[in-house]
C-alpha cells in the first residue's frame, strides 16, 4: 500500500533558526509527493510538490524540500524560521486507483516557531 | 489562484437531523470533488470521490446512506449528514480538481472546511 509517514509529532524551532519537517513515503513506481500547510480552523494551504526533475523543490512562502530517492524521503525545510511558520504540516503522496487518483495524507507535524 | 469556498464554516445542529454541507469552485471548472473528515489533531481521512454527474465513490468504512454526496454540476459538490449523531461532529473538508489545472502548480484545490458539531 502507498503511503506517508511523518515520525514528529511537533517540532518546536526559535524564529530565525533553520526548520525541518520530516516526511517518508513508501509507494510503487515514481512518487507524487506533496506538502501542504493548515492553519486552525482553515483548509489545506498547497505549498510544493515533487513529481521529476529537480530533487529540491522550491514552493511558497520560503519552503523547499529535498526528495531523496535512496531514503525514501522528502523533507520540508526553511532556511530561517518566522513565527507566521507556526502551522499544522502535512506531507501527502498521490496515489493512483482504478478509479482515479487521490492524495495519501500523513498524520501532520505540528510546527511552533517561538521567539 | 483557483478559490474553492464551503458553506456554512459552521453549524450546530441536533442529533438526529440532517445537514447539508455545500462545496463550490468559484472560478474554475471541479470534475472531480474530494470530501475529506479531520479530527482533532489528526490527519484528513478522505470519505469519498465525486466526478460531476456521476454517482460518488465511497471509501472502504464510509457509509453512503449516512453521507450523501451529489455533484450536480461543475462547480457544486454538497455533502448531507443524514441523522446526524455526536461522534459525526467533525471538522469537514472538501477540494476540487480540474484537469486542465492540475498540470499546474497544484493538483487539488482545498475548502475552508465546515465545523460540524452535532448536540
Known amino acids: 500500500a502507498q503511503s506517508v509517514a511523518q515520525p514528529e509529532d511537533q517540532v518546536n524551532v526559535a524564529e530565525g533558526n533553520p526548520l525541518t519537517v520530516k516526511c517518508t513515503y513508501s509507494v510503487s513506481g515514481n512518487p507524487y509527493l506533496f506538502w501542504y500547510v493548515q492553519y486552525p480552523n482553515r483548509g489545506l494551504q498547497f505549498l510544493l510538490k515533487y513529481i521529476t526533475g529537480d530533487n529540491l523543490v522550491k514552493g511558497s512562502y520560503g519552503f523547499e524540500a529535498e526528495f531523496n530517492k535512496s531514503q525514501t524521503s522528502f523533507h520540508l525545510k526553511k532556511p530561517s524560521a518566522l513565527v507566521s511558520d507556526s502551522a499544522l504540516y502535512f506531507c501527502?503522496?498521490?496515489?493512483?486507483?482504478?478509479?482515479?487518483?487521490?492524495?495519501?495524507f500523513g498524520t501532520g507535524t505540528q510546527l511552533k516557531v517561538e521567539l | 489562484g483557483a478559490v474553492v469556498s464551503q458553506h456554512p464554516s459552521w453549524v450546530i445542529c441536533k442529533s438526529g437531523t440532517s445537514v447539508k454541507i455545500e462545496c463550490r469552485s468559484l472560478d474554475f471548472q471541479a470534475t472531480t470533488m474530494f470530501w475529506y473528515r479531520q479530527f482533532p489533531k489528526q490527519s484528513l481521512m478522505l470519505m469519498a470521490t465525486?466526478?460531476?454527474?456521476?454517482?460518488?465513490?465511497?471509501e472502504q468504512g464510509v457509509e453512503k446512506d449516512k453521507f450523501l454526496i451529489n455533484h450536480a454540476s461543475l462547480t457544486l459538490s454538497t455533502l448531507t449528514v443524514t441523522s446526524a449523531h455526536p461522534e459525526d461532529s467533525s471538522f469537514y473538508i472538501c477540494?476540487?480538481?480540474?484537469?486542465?489545472?492540475?498540470?499546474?502548480?497544484?493538483?487539488?484545490?482545498f475548502g475552508p472546511g465546515t465545523r460540524l458539531t452535532v448536540l
Open positions: 477540494s476540487a480538481r480540474d484537469p486542465y489545472l492540475a498540470g499546474e502548480r497544484n493538483e487539488q484545490f
Open positions: 501527502a503522496v498521490r496515489v493512483f486507483t482504478g478509479g482515479g487518483n487521490k492524495l495519501t
Open positions: 465525486s466526478n460531476e454527474g456521476s454517482k460518488a465513490t465511497y
